[in-house]
């Protein structure tokens, strides 16, 4: 099978196919920095410890990733809140994921275009 052939980076060095050039890897890094330090911190998002109780009773009560089976390990938002506390707060758009279910598929959910 063919592999990506490999290309020169606008920085001017060689990147094997299908890498990303060390340069591209630290602006993506700066990017996210950026992005972080206008983002509210979790608790000023609702993740205090009310929500600490309240999601750990869930997963008690939901103990499988409702994905993949595997032990649930946080409470994950159906339809994310976007700091709607009103529907933070609803049992019925929670949902038990484990970590990798929650972190790879559920979040490229919600990047995917509408």
């Known amino acids: 099978m063919p592999s990506k052939p490999g290309r020169i980076c606008p920085c001017g060095f060689k990147v094997p196919g299908g890498e990303r050039c060390s340069c591209q890897l630290r ?4 990017r996210k920095a950026r992005h972080d330090l206008k983002r509210p911190s979790s608790s000023a998002r609702g993740y205090n ?3 600490q ?3 750990a009773e869930f997963r008690r009560a939901n103990p499988s990733c409702r994905r993949c089976g595997a032990p649930a390990t946080l409470v ?4 994310p809140h976007r700091g709607n506390m ?3 707060w609803n049992r019925a758009n ?7 279910c929650h972190s790879r ?6 990047k995917a275009p509408r």
């Open 105 to 110: 598929a559920k979040q490229a959910e919600e």
């Open 76 to 79: 994950d938002h159906i339809e």
């Open 49 to 51: 410890p009310a929500w």
């Open 53 to 55: 109780k309240e999601s």
């Open 94 to 100: 929670w949902q038990p994921l484990c970590t990798p």
């Open 27 to 30: 602006r993506d890094r700066e």
């Open 86 to 88: 009103k529907l933070f």
